[in-house]
């Protein structure tokens, strides 16, 4: 596995091919796109959520800090709301894209000065009750990835 923000398909670090982007439109799950020659179909809307038998969330996402609103479409005038495409994370790389990306921020178990995360991208990259019982780590080492 990559040392730095690996690909969740294949686990490489560096890859073009292994680029992520999301496709947002609205309040509806967003669509996914990469060019990683292991990469699966999943449905988004079920892998955020996870279940007892599928715990992992680890999904692509949109980055608050880099993306806080999605730009309107340059010269629309329609009421329909367009997809927009941006570049995504991994869920699980989100701890150390923050480090990297937003030197601003507090980010637990990595940097404790700073300015504080909004509270909607902490919960994001936050682990469930369901992962920290499945993953082959204790609850203590699962709480300083975040």
Known sequence: VGA?????????????????????????????????IYKH???YGSAIVGSKN??????????????????PQPGRTSQKVQAVSV????????AEHLVTAHEEYVIPGHRETGVPLPSGVLAAMTFSELE???????????????
């Not at 680890?58 to 993306?67: D, W």
């Not at 570049?87 to 989100?94: E, F, G, Q």
């Not at 920290?132 to 975040?146: G, H, I, M, N, R």
């Open 4 to 36: 730095v923000l690996p690909c969740s398909f294949c686990g490489r670090s560096g890859m073009p091919q292994c680029a992520i982007t999301i496709f947002v439109k609205g309040d509806t799950a967003p669509t996914w796109e990469t060019k990683c």
């Open 41 to 43: 179909v999943f449905r």
């Open 54 to 71: 599928t715990p992992s969330r680890n999904v692509p996402m949109k980055c608050e800090l880099c993306h806080p609103t999605l730009p």
């Open 87 to 94: 570049d995504a994370v991994w869920r699980y790389n989100m």
């Open 132 to 146: 920290q019982k499945a993953a082959p780590y204790s609850k203590e080492a699962l709480a300083d990835t975040v």
